[in-house]
T-cell receptor
Framework: QQQVKQSPQSLIVQKGGISIINCAYE??????FPWYQQFPGKGPALLIA?????SEKKEGRFTISFNKSAKQFSLHIMDSQPGDSATYFC?????????????FGRGTQLTVWP | GAGVSQSPSNKVTEKGKDVELRCDPI?????LYWYRQSLGQGLEFLIY????????KSGLPSDRFSAERTGGSVSTLTIQRTQQEDSAVYLC????????????FGQGTRLTVV
């Protein structure tokens, strides 16, 4: 059973546009929600993360929006650039259980056209 | 080293052969995870180490899979009698401690079983 559901599977955006990737979860015990960015041939790297006591977190062009009641969170990439083309994974964990085991979405392949 | 190192980067093996995949975590990181990444399937949890012990092996798909960690550092994932469905990228991640939630991933080992 997929604990974290991610959409869309692929996304094509024009340079300068906004990329939006959505995730949903069921387990209300999750208390940490990171996004990972993966380039071909590389391992995933932490991009940005949020905890459920805040509704939004912004780091540069990347923003996480978090809706605890709906059990949804999303990644917004503002002013998308060709260098942002990568696969993005949302994830969730319960830090008090299994000590950091991450449950991943299936990934979104983002392509930003110049 | 500065990051998590995995070897080999690529491994092609014949069906039925055994393979060993190695992970060198970041020095001083106590927690280590193995994940498997199959095309379009996201990252699937395999096993978690805290020090040399494995409190959670629930993700190992069959008894052909085993893993160990020695000296609280290097970990080896062994797959016996490989099958074609074992073909995937195997990723290792390390965490600084039980309370630090950022996972640092290696570049992965791409295993192809022919």
């Amino acid at each position: 059973q997929q604990q974290v559901k991610q959409s869309p599977q692929s996304l094509i955006v024009q340079k300068g546009g906004i990329s939006i990737i959505n995730c949903a979860y069921e387990n209300t015990a999750f208390d940490y929600f990171p996004w990972y960015q993966q380039f071909p041939g590389k391992g995933p790297a932490l991009l940005i993360a949020i905890r459920p006591d805040v509704s939004e977190k912004k780091e540069g062009r990347f923003t996480i929006s978090f809706n605890k009641s709906a059990k949804q969170f999303s990644l917004h990439i503002m002013d998308s650039q060709p260098g942002d083309s990568a696969t993005y994974f949302c994830a969730a964990s319960n830090r008090g259980s299994t000590l950091g085991r991450l449950y991943f979405g299936r990934g979104t392949q983002l392509t930003v056209w110049p | 080293g500065a990051g998590v190192s995995q070897s080999p980067s690529n491994k092609v093996t014949e069906k039925g052969k055994d393979v060993e995949l190695r992970c060198d975590p970041i020095s001083g990181h106590t927690a280590l995870y193995w994940y498997r990444q199959s095309l379009g399937q996201g990252l699937e949890f395999l096993i978690y180490f805290q020090g040399n012990s494995a409190p959670d092996k629930s993700g190992l798909p069959s008894d052909r899979f085993s893993a160990e960690r020695t000296g609280g550092s290097v970990s080896t994932l062994t797959i016996q009698r490989t099958q074609q469905e074992d073909s995937a990228v195997y990723l290792c991640a390390s965490y600084k401690s039980q309370t630090n939630t950022e996972a640092f991933f290696g570049q992965g080992t791409r295993l192809t079983v022919v």
